[in-house]
């Protein structure tokens, strides 16, 4: 037995969650981020863990690790410099996209420039036809051609996306064997090796990404690796994945695209952890770092997933934990623009310089700035001791606001705060239409930094009648991924009717992703249990567009039970769309299966009930709703199991501060969440 410990990298803070195997006693901490050293941060606090706690480097023994590096190269277009392979007269894929305009209501917006422009987008005289078979050879001159014109446009990698290679990868083979031959060290990537899946614009858009970041995220898990060993971790990194899994550091070396959005899906997993803890079924959750608000729906203690999410200003069409993301953190940057109207975000202050009440030379302000000159935060340091509020000086920046709006400092700063949350207002608005859920039926699980600040608010705005404050809300997304379980996606196209001549292919597709699945989780991630194997189908209705996606059971699929593997289709087209025709044709178009090697899940003691009401630390004076008032200040360690409160109150602890307006109720449940009830009068 030792410690397994987690870590997750925001804008602004690291976060660490150590777990003690043995006792299952949970430690955590917060050290600030440093960009320019990508990666120095895990060291200082695999430090501050042996420093604080008392455990050595080498007691760690299973060590978790999320990044942003790659999903940061693609929003700030810092990524390698990549040329495109592609069939001939095939060239315009990243530029057609879609045809869909970025924002319906603005007649000028047009789509985001590729990260690989036409200019470096070169064909090669080849063709595959939808079937598989070989129209056209690949010619070796063509090949030959193409990798001497990425040479002169000065390419640091290369993407091979060939027309149909999700049916026969045999030409990107090929052309990727020559460049290793011809040009040695180059990096080189095939689309049919990346994720093989049919329709040409997602399987080259995801290809590209990958290729675009792959370099970079190699050579910093590179460095993580040698970082830790060099620490005294002996324990092999493993990193978040966008699906709410975990895989080596390793092989994330190579299958990058996979991580992007892993801080976001660790969040959601940790959500989704404390969720079944408190009994809660539904469950919208709100995480609020230094850069963005994060929000899923959780049901069950289980996320929806997907595929489709933006990554930057691309989507990506790998499974992934369905997250909306809105640019308003803590660290989101206030401006009054050219009309007098104040914007919030997306430009963050980071963690340098930061907000202005950090005191680390931002001068600009911030929501957190916002909340401090409303006198709700700033009652102890933050980030376990990384910074310590400067009131004075979030004053002074919330002040070039107050002034052009023509109000007090204090007026100002609720405007921010407002406004921060009318945009949050909109994108759970959007992600409740989309999934087809009334807000009002969930409970607000906020967590971050800055998620317990401003969740009551937004709870009250929605008419959600409850929100739930975890114990550790500044560090749940580090506890998810120190309790994510190893997990893989696999997939392989099979375009067919659903009818009894295609049921050998179907069996046969389906024992060839579950033996890939299961020699992945034991030889590539060593997991020594027995994995899960979770088969799906993406299918549809002969004649249609698109397909959904369909769990099935592999008894079914090993039986040839087609009635019911057609009647989860019927069930689930009916389920999102209102309707279904159990008479019409079913096709396949592509066959799934989710391996999943579990973790262990820690359990936490219940605390013994407490008597009596919590004693508050003291009284400040905070604006709140549009006026000053005095409003109690509990400390979290003082709040126990049983305890009762009332609102307006603030509520401090280590990683973040819970503020609470008027119009809720408080209480503390047997494992420490704070459940804080709005009244019905207040809706």
């Known amino acids: 037995m030792g410690y397994r410990v987690g870590v997750d990298i925001g804008g602004t803070f690291a976060d660490f969650c150590v777990l003690d195997e043995a006792s299952g006693a949970l430690s955590t901490l917060k050290v600030l981020t440093t960009p320019g050293e990508p990666g120095r941060e895990v060291v200082a606090g695999i430090g501050e863990i042996e420093k604080r706690f008392g455990i ?6 299973y060590f978790t690790h999320g990044t942003t590096v ?151 898990l590179a460095s993580l690796q040698a970082s830790l060993k060099r620490a005294g971790v002996g324990a092999e990194a493993m990193v978040t994945k966008s699906n709410g899994g975990v895989m080596s550091a390793e092989l994330g070396k190579v299958a990058c695209v996979q991580m992007l959005l892993s801080g976001t899906a660790a969040g959601v997993i940790g959500a989704g952890f404390v969720a079944r803890q408190a009994g809660c079924d539904h469950v919208m959750s709100l995480d609020i770092g230094g850069t963005s608000a994060d929000m899923a729906i959780i049901v069950d203690g289980s996320p929806s997933y997907g595929t489709g999410e933006t990554v930057g200003e691309f989507p990506i069409f790998i499974p992934t934990v369905s997250v909306t993301s809105i640019g308003e953190g803590g660290g989101s940057i206030a401006r009054v623009d050219g009309y007098g109207r104040l914007i919030v975000g997306p430009e963050s202050a980071g963690s340098v310089p ?39 000086k979030a004053r002074t920046a919330v002040a070039t606001l107050a002034e052009p709006l023509g109000r007090t400092v204090e007026a100002a700063a609720e405007g921010v705060i407002r406004v921060a949350i009318s945009g949050m207002f909109k994108e759970v608005s959007k992600l409740a239409s989309r999934q087809g859920v009334d807000p009002r039926d969930f409970t607000l699980l906020a967590f971050g930094g ?75 991630q060593k997991f020594d249990g027995t994995p899960t194997l979770l088969p799906s189908a993406d299918m549809r209705y002969r004649g249609q567009s698109f397909e959904i996606e369909v769990p099935l059971q592999l008894d079914w699929i090993r039986e040839g039970d087609i009635a019911r593997i057609a009647a989860a289709f019927h069930a689930e087209h009916e389920r999102l769309y209102g309707h279904s025709d159990t008479k019409a044709p079913v096709q396949t178009i592509s066959l799934r299966m989710v391996v999943v090697g579990a973790a262990p899940q820690p359990e936490f003691p219940a605390q013994p009930r407490a008597d009596g009401d919590p004693v508050p630390a003291g009284r400040i004076t905070a604006y709140l709703d549009g006026a000053a008032g005095e409003v109690p200040l509990y400390r979290r360690t003082d709040l126990r199991h049983g305890h009762r409160f009332a609102s307006p109150c603030v509520i401090v602890q280590e990683d973040t501060t819970t503020c609470v307006p008027a119009g809720f109720s408080g209480t503390v449940d047997a494992y420490g969440n704070l459940l804080l009830t709005l009244d019905r009068e207040a809706v």
């Open 70 to 220: 790659g999903i940061n190269a693609v929003i700030q277009r810092k990524g390698v410099r990549l040329c495109l392979i592609t069939t001939e007269r095939f060239v315009d894929v990243l530029e057609v996209a879609r045809l869909k305009m970025p924002d319906p209501y603005h007649l000028f917006s047009s789509r985001p420039q590729p990260l690989v422009t036409r200019d470096r987008v070169i064909p090669v005289r080849e063709r595959i036809l939808a079937d598989g078979s070989i129209d056209l050879p690949i010619e070796e001159a063509s090949a030959r051609e193409a990798l001497e014109k990425a040479r002169a446009l000065g390419a640091e990698g290369i993407v091979i996306s060939l027309l149909h290679s999700y049916r026969n990868a045999a030409h990107e083979r090929q052309i990727k064997a020559w460049f290793a031959e011809w040009a040695p060290g180059l990096p080189v990537f095939c689309s049919s090796d990346v994720w093989p899946i049919i329709r040409e614009y997602e399987r080259t858009s995801t290809a590209v990404i990958h290729g675009y970041v792959q370099p970079l995220v190699a050579k910093y």
């Open 450 to 524: 800055a998620g317990p600040m401003v969740g009551c608010w937004l709870a009250r705005e929605l008419g959600m009648r409850q929100v739930l404050i975890p114990t550790a809300p500044g560090v749940l997304s580090a506890l998810g991924g120190l309790i994510a379980d190893i997990k893989n996606d696999f997939i392989e196209t099979s375009y067919a009717v659903l009818e009894p001549a295609s049921l050998p292919e179907l069996r046969a597709a389906y024992e060839r992703l579950a033996a890939r699945a299961t020699k992945w989780v034991a030889e590539e």
């Open 56 to 61: 050595a480097p080498g007691a760690i023994g």
């Open 354 to 392: 930061g907000p202005a009440c950090y005191g680390r030379g931002g001068t600009r302000p911030t929501v957190t700035d916002a909340f401090a000159a409303c006198g709700l935060i700033g009652h102890g340091a933050l980030g376990y001791g990384a910074v310590t509020v400067d009131v004075g």
